[in-house]
């Protein structure tokens, strides 16, 4: 299984981008997908995330900027991301965890994808 990112680039403050994960495999489903990131010395951190059934998390510094979403039939995640500051610069990783295929569950990380925000 293999996750490919794309829609990371660099914006102005207060614009917005969109971001695109797709899983390419034999997958039989997929529990979570979602995003994190990673700013220069900090750790990586949740941004959000959404299970299959529709449960949704968010990072309390995006909510009501950023929605995640998901189309199964493509085994793909989005992540709208709006009136986007200088703290949402970082790497974005794709995520999708308990990954089920016919070899057994694991979970997967894309190779991330730099948004910068300039003031």
């Known amino acids: 299984v293999q996750l490919v990112e794309s829609g990371g680039g660099s914006v102005q403050a207060g614009g917005s981008l969109r971001l695109s994960c797709a899983a390419d495999?034999?997958?039989?489903?997929?529990?979570?997908l979602g995003w994190y990131r990673q700013a220069p010395g900090k750790e990586r951190e949740l941004v959000a995330s959404i299970h299959r059934r529709g449960n949704m998390n968010y990072a309390d510094s995006v909510k009501g900027r950023f929605t995640v979403s998901r189309d199964d039939a493509k085994n793909a995640v989005y992540l709208q991301m709006n009136s986007l500051n200088v703290e949402d610069t970082a790497v974005y990783y794709c995520?999708?965890?308990?990954?089920?295929?016919?070899?057994?569950?694991?979970?997967?990380w894309g190779q991330g994808t730099q948004v910068t925000v300039a003031s």
């Open positions: 995520s999708a965890i308990r990954v089920a295929t016919p070899e057994g569950v694991r979970d997967y």
């Open positions: 495999g034999s997958i039989i489903s997929i529990a979570w």
